[in-house]
């Protein structure tokens, strides 16, 4: 078979797992007493994930990663529901328990029944359009409704921590964002690892630092994360005031996956509680 067959055959398989990873991110969240609900906002249906609905001033939102992008260097996915959520299992692991909620990326856990506009760019070149954004911010509104919040914290993993920061840029209600292995600088990771350009998308690295360098930010990195890495985000951070309230936070053993959502409370316990918004 040649290698475009083998390819092709590739992605067949792959999204003939489809169902299972369509199924993995509601099973735990349902398994965790959470609700779990696809709404249409803008553009897109998301996919959002929350526990019964409690009053808080400040709610903490996770924001998932890329997911399932890529099938491999060229091939890109049909379908990119993650096969590891990192940002909804982090979220279980918060210890806020009900101030906390999640969002899926467009195209997450919706296809094929809400598939709106779901384009093979959206979770590729135009991953962090300002459609998406706009899509996310509409979720993020309804959200502090239901919960009577003022703030937010953002969280998210991966390209989730880089629609974060876009967020935050754009948002007048975000108290704090925390990032884990994330993608801050697009511009220096593409051209680092030689992928492709993402035209349609904006730059975390980019936005206003004057704006940014005024939100507390607490960005984790692992130190054998050969996705990322340190350097990316390092890269982010050179672009803000060098008085800014930010704070880097390398784990030499973690990847771009492993080990977050398994120590996520005790991380959070050591390196965010202090700074957390209102805490003295």
């Excluded at 060229?74 to 982090?90: C, F, H, I, N």
């Excluded at 880089?162 to 292995?181: N, S």
């Excluded at 053993?253 to 080990?259: A, G």
């Amino acid at each position: 078979m040649s290698r475009g067959g083998v390819a092709v055959l590739l992605a067949l398989v792959l999204t003939a797992c489809a169902p299972s990873r369509q199924i993995a991110g509601p099973d735990l969240a349902r398994a965790a007493g959470w609700h779990w609900e696809i709404l249409p906002a803008g553009a897109f249906d998301l996919a959002v994930a929350a526990p019964p609905r409690a009053t808080s001033d400040v709610l903490t939102v996770y924001l998932e990663g890329d997911g399932f992008a890529y099938v491999n260097a060229r091939q890109p996915a049909l379908d990119p529901t993650p096969t590891d959520p990192v940002s909804l299992k982090l979220a279980l692991a918060d210890p806020k328990a009900s101030a906390v909620a999640w969002i899926g990326r467009p195209c997450q856990y919706t296809l094929p029944e809400h598939g709106r506009n779901c384009r093979v760019a959206y979770w590729t070149t135009s991953r962090y359009a300002p459609e998406v954004l706009d899509s996310i911010g509409t979720v993020l509104d309804r959200l502090k409704e239901r919960n009577g919040g003022t703030r937010l914290i953002l969280v998210g993993h991966s390209g989730g921590g880089a629609i974060a920061v876009l967020l935050a840029a754009q948002r007048t209600d975000v108290a704090k964002v925390i990032t884990v292995a994330a993608n801050l600088d697009l511009d220096y990771w593409t051209r680092r690892d030689g992928l492709s350009p993402l035209v349609g998308s904006l730059d975390p690295a980019r936005q206003s630092g004057e704006k940014l360098g005024q939100i507390p930010q607490l960005h984790f990195t692992g130190g054998q994360d050969r996705t990322v890495g340190t350097d990316v985000v390092r890269s982010y951070l050179s672009r803000l005031p060098s008085q800014a309230p930010t704070r880097l936070v390398e784990i030499p053993e973690f990847t771009h996956l492993c080990c977050w959502a398994k120590d996520w409370r005790s991380l959070l316990s050591r390196h965010d509680a202090a700074d957390a918004p209102g805490a003295p």
